[in-house]
């Protein structure tokens, strides 16, 4: 089984660099108006690309306002799994160097089987670029596998307003 632990928001609007842990059961998200509770959502959200059409249509900034330099920020994940089945199952399929590529980026062990993934958004004067990594590599490879393993994860969804946005049928 794989699975998320924990989120690591950097730069995203006003919050510089935040851990948030992920547990089994609820998690309350407690504040005074504009403290970021929603931000801490939302950057977590953006960590999924299947998000990217609804961050996209409801026009989410991540720049952050307070200091307008910022045109960057990243979502990382510290992803943990039970066994080493668990990456099989998703790069089963790639070519053997690929295969290595990842093997070798998420480094996991018989004692460490957790790995850090990374997406980095950039605003530039066209639109976003995006960049994937695992620990420090960042690969066409590296992309790919990411891409593959969030599709394994379970999904991410950030709702700002339940009054009006309807939650996805599938």
């Not at 306002?65 to 799994?81: D, G």
């Not at 290595?100 to 670029?129: H, P, Q, W, Y």
Request: hydrophobic share 40%; with cysteine.
């Amino acid at each position: 089984m794989i699975k998320y632990n924990r989120f690591h928001i950097e730069k995203y609007k006003a919050i510089k660099d935040s851990f948030v842990s992920v547990l089994n059961e609820p998690i309350p998200l407690i504040g005074v108006n504009e403290s970021g509770k929603s931000s801490v959502l939302e950057a977590m959200a953006r960590f999924d690309y299947r998000n990217d059409t609804i961050a996209d249509q409801k026009k989410w900034k991540f720049f952050n306002r307070y200091m307008p330099s910022e045109k960057t920020f990243s979502v990382a994940a510290e992803i943990a799994i039970d066994s080493p089945t668990d990456i099989e199952t998703i790069i089963g399929a790639y070519p053997d160097v690929e295969k290595e590529e990842v093997m070798a980026a998420i480094g996991t062990t018989a004692e460490n089987k957790k790995f850090i993934c990374k997406r980095i958004l950039e605003k530039t004067d066209t639109g976003v670029s995006v960049k994937y990594q695992i620990g420090e590599k960042e690969s066409p490879v590296i992309e790919k596998f990411f891409r593959d393993m969030v599709a394994q994860l379970p999904r991410i969804f950030y709702f700002d307003n339940f009054l009006e946005d309807q939650f996805p049928d599938k």
